[in-house]
């Protein structure tokens, strides 16, 4: 272009040309700005504000320090065509490579800008600089690079214990992040938050509303534990010690929740009403009634989960009481263990459009779980649960499932001496007295029953022409954390037909099923707790509002 030499203003065509002697910016307002050098062209990503902020660094001066590197899948666009990948880095600046690490996360595949954009984007807006993000690559390989030698918290996840898990939850929630947006800093040995990690396992999201420390001293049980107690904090801290418990699972009928004792092999407390919690799903957490009985609201979605407690927690706040009625002292607390069974519930509301439409303009609708041993629920748009189920017609013009998926795990915990002494020295600093259930009941637990010494199985178990004989149907169970391990080999899903709940006729009509289980470890029904089991069932099976 020697010909424009000098010249200003030309015009050619549609074109326009200025002599300005300088790299030159024009903003054509077509959503991008394109930085103009000579001879080359550099297209800046919109919508970034926030890039100049830090500090950007070519691939050629990130040199990799260790051999150790993460990388997994990126699945976010619902196909597997992009990589993420972590690794520790020196970065030359100034021409000098310097001595600080920094942790490289790093993207390649179809989606990689995309994913690298939404990455930065949310870590860019971290105010209270939880995110220690330093820098950027934005190449075809897009980089993020964060200060420090970073650990994700996939990588420690296999290795820790039910304690040190339970801890992250309340981590996560205290951050508010998912658990795999949760980084080691090793070196100042805290938690932080950072970009998506590898996958974790998909533990459910419960609301806890505590505010725990990001120290990595906290995976300790006894740190947090006198971290709850220092609080008085009571359901952090019995939620802490369940899970410094040891489980099993077991197979055989588990009608109900039982404490046996080792020192005498049999059945010393007992807690027959099941409560119900809603965690994840289309459902709301729970309203309890003055019956008992748990009401779910039906919200926006698709999923219908509810699962029964364990009662540890409840076992855990009374059990200085069972042992005083048996003259059970603290160093023998270790050979009782609680036995329980679990349910799960699970189903899907129909993905119709116009069921979904019927639903939402319809009044409130809600799921009823009684406080029964066995899994009875119907629909109702009453929200005292007093009016006649819904129909099955009616289930089917709202699309609501009037058969759900029954999941049964039964297990049983003990726990170590330490924790019962240090729920009793709990229990006297807070002015309770261990030898009564004041505590637990402060907390509104259920309080076991006792079964005297005395006639521990002759008032229970009593002959009767019609005590059935065949097995009785199980209720299910599925630990969070500690039954991670067990839990690997695919568990079988069972249902029952609740038909004749939804007949409009006052009250419910119920019907049970025996479940089977598989691969679990080992059976106290056939042993401790038969002789206890069976008079149960003739209680429970004969009552009015049972039909066996």
Known sequence: MEVFSGASKVKIGRGNFSNVGRDQVNDYSIHQTIVQTRDKRTKISRGLSELSEFTEIKRGDIYKNKDTCYSWQLCSNGKGNTEAAVYIAQIMIGGRLGESKYTV??????????????????????????????????????????????????????RMGSVGLFYIQLLRNSLGCTINELWMDPTQGRFCRGPIGPKCWDWPKRDFSVIVPSDVEFLKEDVITRYFASKQNDPALLYTLTYSCHYERLDGDIPATYVISGLTDSAIAFVENVRWESWEGCLDRRRRMRDGTRRFRLRDGRKIAVDSFSERTAWLAQALSVFHAHNISLDEAFSTTLVFPR??????????????????????????????????????????????????????????????????????????????????????????????????????????????????????????????????????????????????????????????????????????????????????????????????????????????
């Open 343 to 548: 349910l799960e519930l699970t189903g899907t509301l129909q993905k119709s459009k116009h069921k979904r439409q019927r639903r939402q303009v319809s009044p409130p609708i809600y799921l009823i779980v009684l406080p029964s041993p066995y899994p009875l629920y119907h629909w109702s748009l009453d929200p005292a649960g007093q009016t006649p189920p819904l129909s099955p017609e009616m289930c089917k013009y709202f699309g609501l499932p009037f058969k759900l998926f029954l999941k049964v795990s039964p297990g049983q915990c003990s726990w170590p001496t330490k924790v019962y002494k240090l729920i009793h020295d709990y229990q006297i600093a807070r002015n309770f007295d261990p030898k009564t259930s004041d505590f637990a009941r402060s907390l509104g637990y259920p309080i076991f029953t006792v079964i005297p010494a005395e006639n521990r199985f002759q008032e229970i178990v009593e002959e009767h022409p019609n005590m059935p004989t065949d097995s009785e149907p199980v209720p299910d169970s599925n630990l969070s954390y500690q039954n991670r391990a067990e839990d690997q080999s695919v568990e079988e899903e069972h249902s029952f037909l609740l038909e004749l709940l939804f007949d409009n006729t006052e009250g419910a009509t119920k019907e049970t099923e025996t479940v089977s289980r598989k691969g679990t470890k080992r059976s106290l029904g056939s042993t401790l707790l038969n002789p206890f089991i069976r008079g149960f069932r003739f209680l429970t099976c004969n009552s009015p509002d049972v039909t066996a």
């Open 105 to 158: 996360k790093t993207y390649c595949g179809r989606n990689a800008t995309k994913e690298w954009r939404r990455d930065f984007s949310r870590c860019s807006k971290d105010w209270l600089r939880e995110i220690p993000l330093f820098g950027y690559n934005k190449s075809s390989v897009p980089s993020l690079i964060l200060c420090g030698e970073l650990v994700p918290f996939a990588q420690m996840e296999p």
